[in-house]
């Protein structure tokens, strides 16, 4: 192989990601994940010597964070225009994928756990929505909302996007979206105003 065209890790982590939010954790194996990434699976393996659970918890965690940084920048402007663009960014997934394509958290969280285990990417999606959940409850705060109220606030919008994003693909359709954003939106406006 050529230097340079060795897949990167972080391309291998996104197309785990990626095929685990269209088929979801237990239906991916790890020579699919690696061949939706373009990689080797000898590559994959190298990176990832612990396997699928390794490589799932990382596509967790990447997809958590790169949904993080929006959400920062996007807060930075106030709670609405945060939900605006969290709303925006799990839109664009559904649409442009033909609503075959979901979030891979949402897919890790609902797979069955072995029994008497919390798999280490069970583990990164509680993180990552706990994640999502402070981010969403610190700007909240800082814009006047009771801090019990900002963080049930912070769990029904997560919960919600995440609920909907499933409705949507099932509907193929982003009627649920639109309902759901129109709701959550005049919630965080009252709750600013309150």
């Given at each position: ?28 194996s790890i020579r699919e994940m690696a061949k939706h990434a373009k990689a080797p699976l000898g590559s994959t393996y190298h990176y990832f010597p612990e396997g699928k659970q390794q490589l799932a918890t990382e596509a967790v965690l990447y997809m958590g964070e790169w949904v993080a940084r929006s959400l920062r920048k996007e ?120």
């Amino acid at each position: 192989m050529a230097k340079g065209s060795t897949p990167s890790r972080e391309r291998i982590v996104a197309g785990a990601a990626d095929m685990i939010s269209r088929r979801g954790l237990s239906a991916t194996s790890i020579r699919e994940m690696a061949k939706h990434a373009k990689a080797p699976l000898g590559s994959t393996y190298h990176y990832f010597p612990e396997g699928k659970q390794q490589l799932a918890t990382e596509a967790v965690l990447y997809m958590g964070e790169w949904v993080a940084r929006s959400l920062r920048k996007e807060l930075e402007a106030g709670p609405a225009e945060g939900l605006r663009a969290f709303l925006a960014l799990w839109r664009a997934i559904v649409v442009e994928s033909d609503f075959h394509a979901g979030c891979p958290v949402l897919a890790v969280a609902i797979e069955e756990p072995p029994a008497g285990e919390t798999p280490p990417a069970l583990a990164a999606a509680a993180e990552v929505f706990g994640q999502w959940e402070t981010l969403l409850a610190d700007s909240l705060r800082e814009h006047g909302v009771e801090a019990e109220q900002a963080t049930q606030l912070a769990t029904l919008v997560v919960a919600a996007v995440e609920g909907t994003v499933a409705m949507c693909r099932a509907k193929r359709s982003t009627q649920p979206l639109d309902h759901t954003a129109e709701q959550l939106q005049a919630l965080i406006a009252g709750a600013i105003k309150g």
